[in-house]
């Protein structure tokens, strides 16, 4: 079961940051947070990943709470290239979870020109 | 750079054949996973390989599915007797490790006619 929770839709414009919000709160100490995208007819995309600090890379900022229940996927431009499913995942890394992603339904952004 | 590749992309069956669906994952990593999405849903965990050890398999992955590894590199998954309710999108991701970014295969789509 899914246990992170996500806002339905969100739309942005385009070249305008955009905040994707995500709850976590039974998040544990070996969860790492994950967030994946996946536009219609393709496989998700692998967007970022992180467990206690903020991260950047080339395609997003994720940005966590210090008490872990919450994080914040940044996309700093928003393009129409963006506009995609965007799934937030608890990612257990121990024991025999295996590493095993359990998706939600995502948040759907819309990208407007 | 190569990425996880899928072959077919596309099948099409009648109900009560065999198919079988191939996976190449990223050559560098021992972790794979199959998912299987359906429409308007997030993709579902169907099993994991440790290189060519199958660790862990669904409750979704009834007798008529079997997978496999062999050698460690590419996956297979086939499906027997195949009925209309196995009509999904199947997709395969590869990691190094269990805590990483998995990398998603742009999926295979069955068509139970």
């Known amino acids: 079961d899914a246990k992170t929770t996500q806002p339905n839709s969100m739309e942005s414009n385009e070249e305008e940051p955009v905040h994707l919000p995500c709850n976590h709160s039974?998040?544990?100490?070996?969860?790492?947070i994950h967030w994946y995208r996946q536009l219609p007819s393709q496989g998700p995309e692998y967007v970022i990943h992180g467990l206690t600090s903020n991260v950047n890379n080339r395609m997003a900022s994720l940005a966590i709470a210090e008490d872990r229940k919450s994080s914040t996927l940044i996309l700093h431009r928003a393009t129409l290239r963006d506009a995609a499913v965007y799934y937030c995942i608890q990612n257990n890394a121990g024991g025999t979870s295996y590493g095993k992603l359990t998706f939600g339904q995502g948040t759907i952004l819309t990208v407007h020109p | 750079d190569t990425g996880v590749s899928q072959d077919p992309r596309h099948k099409i069956t009648k109900r009560g054949q065999n198919v079988t669906f191939r996976c190449d994952p990223i050559s560098e990593h021992n972790r794979l996973y199959w998912y299987r999405q359906t429409l308007g849903q997030g993709p579902e965990f169907l099993t994991y390989f440790q290189n060519e050890a199958q660790l862990e398999k669904s409750r979704l992955l009834s007798d008529r599915f079997s997978a496999e590894r062999p050698k460690g590199s590419f996956s297979t998954l086939e499906i027997q007797r195949t009925e209309q309710g196995d009509s999904a999108m199947y997709l395969c991701a590869s990691s190094r490790g269990l805590a990483g970014g998995k990398y998603f295969g742009p999926g295979t789509r069955l068509t139970v006619l």
């Open positions: 039974t998040i544990s100490g070996t969860d790492y």
